[in-house]
């Protein structure tokens, strides 16, 4: 309680001190004139207990005095939160927050004379802790303020740069408490204000701190901080002596808006301070000395012709370096000039604050002018200030201000009929608008005569012209002529409002072309049994030629039948068979068989129609069923039946259910079980491992049946577990398999030994009956007559004698009636079978006595009985004695072999 008055009673003092300063200032300068506008106090300093002040908070009063005896004058803060009422309530308009516990601003006032004035205000955030500079104190100070509704008075710019010393304040340094206790600060002292730029009487003084023990003992000053100590070190100094604060240099506000600086006394005889150190800040008050400059030389912008004012056109910006928050920075922007000075000499603005150029006036007519050059000023002080200038270029972009015109305004082409994407004819247009941009890019539309939508029209990009096309086949017969009206506008709208239209007139007319035969349907389905015969009608299909006007014959021909199946009048176009069809032909999908047909007309060029027949073949019984596997593997002991799935390719109800009956003895050694759409097979008894052929024959629902061969291999071993191979090794080597090994060997000998016979016997000559290279004593016989016409008369009825006598005998042509033939296995359709096929079918021709070539007598010729002409046999030589042949070796070489034979030894 008792610190808390002792830090009142010094906060009190401060304000009477400050008080006393301004009487003294006003009792003088009234001494001069009766009466001087201005604010009465130079600074004032408004607490608060938050940093964060909300919207509509009173924070003080100040007070202007404008000589004339007005209650209320015209405020303006230099803060956008900050607003001041017309009797100096000053009050925050936005939210806002003190940073480090402090804001300082400006309040502006004028006089009747409309002479600006200002004030500074500070506000404090009395709760703050400021705490001090490190390394000064060991102790911290905190900052303790209380709420006062009295303006609060400090030093003024005038006071800091008067030269008597009475005028400068003083600072003195607060008491400090018994002991080492941490004390608090009774106040802080308010910031003192420089102006930059000051060249006049430096050093220049701004301060004098004393110490309230200079009188006890000597004390020592001395200050610390930017611009004292540290870079821009000697800017502020300090008499160690006195304790006067001076400046050396002018001051740069746009260098160092501030200057923190910790002032200290020091006795002379003892080591430790004798006094807290001070903090004091020094703002440096903004002079406008810089001036504005634009971001830019020359500034860039566009505008459309034709458009109306007040339409934005550009920004323009600049920058000042001055103190944004006065009016050294407030900046004004002018149109200085404007070149072209057509249609008016100011066709464009500016706004003063935000640097807008907009339109002033309309007329903007690219075709006239294309380009306007105006001069910027911008100005400080609000355009009253320093200036500068720059140069903004306008160009006025076209709009479309000119419609598109025909030239010419009416066509004529033609179009084939039946044809599309066929180009007919180019339209033309003019336009005054920049070529290639969106005003000068022509859209054409049919608005007439298109009902159907057989033409189009788009634009060629380069020259701008209509391409007037066909999207749909047109028709001779139907429509010979077109009409079309078409307008044109541009891809941009028009900018000018009610701008007329240009038109065009088309006559497209339809070229006839032989066109092909038409099917009627394209697709044309007929339903049929797949057993149709030979020769029967399937379908009537005609076909019907377009070109009415033209008198035309069609023919007809089958342009695809894969299974070859179909033949068609080439005149009418009945389609008949001339085959057997079959649903289950690979040709045929999902019962459907697919065929082509064509027809053909005689016109110039011949022109060929398509249908297409499609054909369901209703399903017959002409399939049998048979097992999907003919062979298996079974145990001989306890088997395992074993089921083979039933397979018929025709479609119910001639297909299941299935019966099953074992054939050719098959059903002494199995058994044969339907269930569902499989057969089961199972062994009566135990059969001996090997292979065993199974005759079973299946039947469907519609009584029709196939037998077919199942091979059973039979394995020594027991149930499910089918193991062949344990039957070679669990026999043993015994009397079967030695036989069948030594059979193998013989056989294969007597193959080598044949083969060596045979090799041995080509290598072996024979000795030719006549030597061919001797050719002595060989007589030739040329021009040698005949007996003439007396050889020629024989008796040829001699030769029919025997032939009519000859016996009745067997011929080799004929089969056998009275013998029968035995059953050959069917070709089966698992090709792995084709080996079992050949086999079974082999044995069974051996055996066959019908099979050629037939075992019959073979009669070459018959002599007959009674023959006038002897024997032959009276050629024999007579077996009275032995010829001698000895002489046919005096006959040449070519008789020696029969000399040889006939009259050698016997051996």
């Not at 604050?353 to 609000?382: C, H, K, N, P």
């Not at 695809?560 to 389609?575: K, M, Q």
């Not at 072996?764 to 050719?775: A, G, Q, R, W, Y």
Request: proline share 6%.
């Amino acid at each position: 309680m008792g610190s808390a008055r002792v830090r009142l009673l010094l906060l009190l003092g401060l304000v009477l001190l400050i008080t006393q300063v301004w009487r003294g200032d006003c009792e003088e300068n009234s001494g001069a004139e009766q009466c001087q506008p201005g604010f009465g106090s130079d600074t004032y300093v408004f607490f608060v207990n938050t940093k964060h002040l909300e919207k509509g908070r009173t924070l003080g009063q100040v007070h202007f005095d404008d000589c004339t005896g007005g209650q209320q004058a015209v405020y303006a803060a230099d803060d956008s939160h900050i607003e001041v009422m017309p009797d100096g309530t000053v009050t925050v308009k936005h939210h806002m927050k003190l940073h480090d516990g402090l804001k300082l601003f400006a309040v502006y006032a004028c006089d009747s004379k409309a002479k600006n004035f200002s004030t500074s205000i500070a506000v404090l955030n009395e709760m703050q802790d400021y705490g001090h500079h490190p390394g000064h104190d060991e102790h911290n100070h905190h900052h303790h303020h209380r709420k006062h509704h009295k303006p609060h008075h400090n030093n003024s710019e005038s006071d800091l740069t008067s030269d008597s010393q009475e005028e400068l304040p003083v600072l003195t340094f607060r008491r400090q408490g018994w002991g080492q206790r941490r004390q608090k600060r009774e106040w802080i002292i308010p910031p003192i204000s420089v102006s930059e730029n000051q060249r006049n009487q430096l050093p220049k003084r701004l301060v004098q701190v004393k110490s309230s023990k200079a009188k006890e003992t000597p004390v020592t000053y001395s200050i610390t901080g930017q611009g004292a100590d540290r870079e821009p070190k000697g800017i502020f100094i300090i008499d160690k002596t006195t304790g006067w604060l001076s400046v050396t240099q002018p001051l740069d506000r746009e260098v160092a808006s501030f200057y923190n600086l910790m002032l200290y006394a020091v006795g002379s005889q003892i080591a430790d301070t004798v006094e807290v150190p001070m903090e004091l800040i020094i703002n440096v008050i903004d002079q406008n000395d810089n001036r504005p400059e634009f971001t830019q030389n020359v500034f860039r912008g566009n505008v459309p012709e034709g458009v109306p004012p007040a339409t934005s056109v550009m920004t323009i910006n600049a920058t000042d370096a001055d103190d944004p928050e006065t009016d050294n920075a407030k900046l004004g922007y002018s149109i200085v000039s404007q070149e072209p000075k057509s249609p008016y000499p100011e066709m464009f603005t500016v706004n003063k604050e935000t640097g807008v150029i907009s339109t002033l006036a309309a007329g903007l007519d690219r075709e006239a002018i294309e380009e306007y050059t105006l001069i910027l000023q911008v100005a400080d002080m609000g355009g009253e200030g320093l200036s500068n200038t720059a140069t903004a270029i306008i160009s006025v972009t076209d709009g479309n201000d000119n419609a598109p015109q025909f030239d010419p305004t009416s066509y004529e082409g033609s179009a084939p009929e039946n044809k599309v994407d066929h180009k007919i004819v180019r339209l033309s247009v003019t336009d005054k608008d920049v070529p290639h941009s969106s005003a000068w890019v022509a859209v054409y539309s049919i608005v007439k005569g298109n009902e159907g939508g057989f033409f189009n029209i788009t634009t060629d990009s380069e020259s701008n012209q209509g391409i007037l096309k066909t999207v749909k086949e047109l028709d001779f017969e139907t429509t010979s002529k077109y009409t079309l009206i078409v307008i044109v506008k541009n891809q941009a709208p028009f900018s000018i409002p009610n701008l007329s239209t240009s038109t065009s007139t088309i006559t497209v007319s339809v070229t006839d072309v032989n066109e092909s035969p038409i099917f009627t349907p394209t697709e044309y389905r007929v339903e049929i049994l797949e057993n149709l015969t030979m020769g029967q009608m399937v379908a009537f299909y005609p076909a019907k030629d377009p070109d009415t006007a033209q008198k035309q014959t069609i023919t007809y021909e089958i342009g695809s039948d894969p299974a070859s199946w179909l033949e068609i009048n080439t005149e009418t176009g009945i389609i008949k068979s001339k085959a057997q069809l079959d649903r289950e032909s690979d040709f045929v999908e999902n019962d459907i068989y697919k065929a082509l047909v064509l027809a053909k007309d005689d016109g110039i060029p011949k022109a060929i129609g398509t249908g297409t027949l499609l054909l369901k073949l209703t399903d017959v019984n002409d399939n049998a069923p048979e097992p999907d596997q003919r062979i298996f593997t079974i145990c001989n002991e306890n088997p395992y039946p074993v089921s083979l799935n039933i397979i018929d390719k025709d479609l119910p109800p001639n297909t299941h259910p299935f019966k099953a009956k074992l054939m050719m003895n098959s059903e002494k050694n199995w058994t044969a079980v339907v269930q569902d759409n499989q057969v089961s097979l199972n062994m009566t008894w135990k059969l001996e491992p090997d292979t065993h052929k199974i005759y079973l024959q299946l039947e469907d629902n519609g009584n029709k049946t196939q037998t077919t061969v199942v091979t059973a291999t039979v394995c020594q071993c027991v149930g499910q577990d089918v193991n062949c191979e344990s039957r070679i090794f669990n026999a043993g080597v015994g009397l079967p398999t030695i036989l069948a090994i030594l059979g193998g060997i013989l056989a294969l000998l007597i193959l080598l030994l044949v083969l060596l016979l045979f090799a041995r016997r080509k290598k072996t000559k024979k000795e030719p009956l006549l030597p061919e290279d001797d050719t002595r004593d060989n007589v030739f016989y040329y021009d040698e007559e005949g007996g003439g016409e007396e050889d020629q008369e024989f008796d040829l009825s001699q030769l029919h004698r025997g032939l009519d006598n000859r016996p009745e005998v067997t011929r080799n042509d004929v089969i056998p009636v009275l013998m029968p033939a035995p059953q050959y296995r069917p070709r089966p359709a698992n090709p792995d079978e084709i080996g079992d096929f050949i086999n079974e079918n082999l044995k069974a021709a051996d055996n066959d006595p019908t099979a050629p070539p037939y075992d019959s007598l073979l009669v070459f010729d018959y002599e007959g009985t009674g023959s006038e002409v002897g024997s032959l046999s009276s050629l024999n030589s007579s077996s009275s004695g032995d010829h001698d042949y000895e002489y046919l070796n005096e006959w040449g070489p070519r008789f020696k072999k029969l000399a040889d034979m006939y009259g050698g030894d016997d051996d």
